[in-house]
């Protein structure tokens, strides 16, 4: 059983900083990307960003500037560093990775619970 155990969020002032942290847990082979998403009230699941197994990032154009994605490959981790957070940043942050449990069986997706980012005004 894979687990995804998110950590960090909050809420703060515009112009502050946050820090979300995610390890994912349990059988795991392999781990092709990892990253964030976030769905904000009202809204689509969006893309915030993303990181290969061999460190190529990708971020959506909103954050780029803003926030930074790092991973460990060897405790299966990542972090996402925001800063000059905005009010539009407000949102349900979701930790994702694409797994593959055992050798031999296809990748699947799998998510954290969410936790919730609140950027005030």
């Known amino acids: 059983q894979v687990q995804l155990l998110e950590s960090g969020g909050g809420l703060v002032q515009a112009g502050g900083s946050l820090r979300l942290a995610c390890a994912a847990s349990g059988s795991i082979f392999s781990i092709n990307t990892m990253g964030w998403y976030r769905q904000a009230p009202g809204k689509q699941r969006e893309l915030v960003a993303t990181?290969?197994?061999?460190?190529?990032?990708n971020y959506a154009d909103s954050v780029k500037g803003r926030f930074t994605l790092s991973r460990d490959n060897a405790k299966n981790t990542v972090v996402l560093q925001m800063n000059n957070l905005k009010p539009e940043d407000t949102a349900v942050y979701y930790c994702n990775a694409n797994i593959r449990a055992h050798w031999g069986q296809p990748l699947y997706d799998y998510w954290g619970q969410g936790t919730q980012v609140t950027v005030s005004s």
């Open positions: 990181v290969t197994s061999g460190g190529f990032t």
